[in-house]
C-alpha cells in the first residue's frame, strides 16, 4: 500500500523567512496530494492540494510543487507570520484508495 | 452549512468499560473516516466507509475496536474493554464521493481512559 514519508518533524524559521515541508510517496499511482494545517487543539483543516497533472499550485503565500517521477511533493509557505505556527500534514491518494497521511511537521514561528 | 459534528466532546471513562462515539458527517458525504490521534502524534488511520462498500477496516489496531455506518449518515466506533492506550482523540473526517476529494474533519472526541 501506500507509504508517505514528511520532513522535518519540526522546523523552526523567523517571522518574514519561508519554511519548506517536504513528502515522498510511494505508489507511482497516487494522483491527490493534500496538505493540511491542524493549530493547537484544533481539527486539521485542508489548506491546499494538488492532482497530478499539474506540477505546481500556488495560493496567496503557500505553494505546492510535485515531482511525479521522483514521487515527491512539497509545501512551501513565504513571508511567514506567527499564526503559521502549527502542525503541517501532507497525504496522498489514488483513486477508489483512501487517503494517506505523513507524520507531520510542527512550524514554529518566531517573531 | 452544518459540518461534521462528534459527541462526545469529551470521554472519561474506567479501564475495562466499553465506549462509543459518535459521527455526523456531512449531509450527503458519501465517505466517512476514523482516526486516533494521540497527544503530539500524527493521524492513524482506523476505518473508512466508502457508500455501500464493504469498509476498509485495515487500521483497526485489535479486535475491541469496531465502527458502523448506517446507511450515508451516522456512524459509532465502539472500544470494548478500554485500555489506558486506548486515551487520545478519535477524529471523524467526512468527504463525498470518497475519491480524491477534500476530507473534513469533525471537532473529535477526546477519550481518557483511566
Known amino acids: 500500500g501506500e507509504n508517505v514519508e514528511q520532513h522535518p518533524s519540526t522546523l523552526s524559521v523567523q517571522e518574514g523567512d519561508s519554511a519548506v515541508i517536504k513528502c515522498t510517496y510511494s505508489?507511482?499511482?497516487?494522483?491527490?496530494f493534500p496538505w493540511y494545517k491542524q493549530e493547537l487543539g484544533k481539527r486539521p483543516q485542508l489548506i491546499i492540494d494538488?492532482?497530478?497533472?499539474?506540477g505546481e499550485k500556488k495560493d496567496q503565500r503557500i505553494a505546492v510543487t510535485l515531482n511525479k517521477t521522483a514521487k515527491h511533493f512539497s509545501l512551501h509557505i513565504t513571508e511567514t507570520q506567527p499564526e503559521d505556527s502549527a502542525v503541517y500534514f501532507c497525504?496522498?491518494?489514488?483513486?477508489?484508495?483512501?487517503?494517506?497521511f505523513g507524520a507531520g511537521t510542527i512550524l514554529r514561528v518566531k517573531s | 452549512g452544518a459540518g461534521v459534528s462528534q459527541s462526545p466532546s469529551n470521554k472519561v471513562t474506567e479501564k475495562g468499560k466499553d465506549v462509543e462515539l459518535r459521527c455526523d458527517p456531512i449531509?450527503?458525504?458519501?465517505?466517512l473516516y476514523w482516526y486516533r490521534q494521540r497527544l503530539g502524534q500524527g493521524l492513524e488511520f482506523l476505518i473508512y466507509?466508502?457508500?455501500?462498500?464493504?469498509?476498509?477496516k485495515s487500521g483497526l489496531p485489535s479486535d475491541r475496536f469496531s465502527a458502523e455506518r448506517t446507511g450515508e449518515s451516522v456512524s459509532t466506533l465502539t472500544i470494548q474493554r478500554t485500555q489506558q492506550e486506548d486515551s487520545a482523540v478519535y477524529l471523524c473526517?467526512?468527504?463525498?464521493?470518497?475519491?480524491?476529494?477534500?476530507?473534513?474533519f469533525g471537532p473529535g472526541t477526546r477519550l481518557t481512559v483511566l
Open positions: 494538488i492532482r497530478s497533472n499539474v
Open positions: 449531509s450527503g458525504h458519501t465517505a
Open positions: 473526517a467526512s468527504s463525498s464521493q470518497g475519491i480524491n476529494n477534500e476530507q473534513f
Open positions: 505508489d507511482s499511482a497516487s494522483n491527490y
Open positions: 497525504a496522498a491518494s489514488k483513486r477508489g484508495n483512501k487517503l494517506v
Open positions: 466507509f466508502q457508500g455501500n462498500s464493504a469498509p476498509d
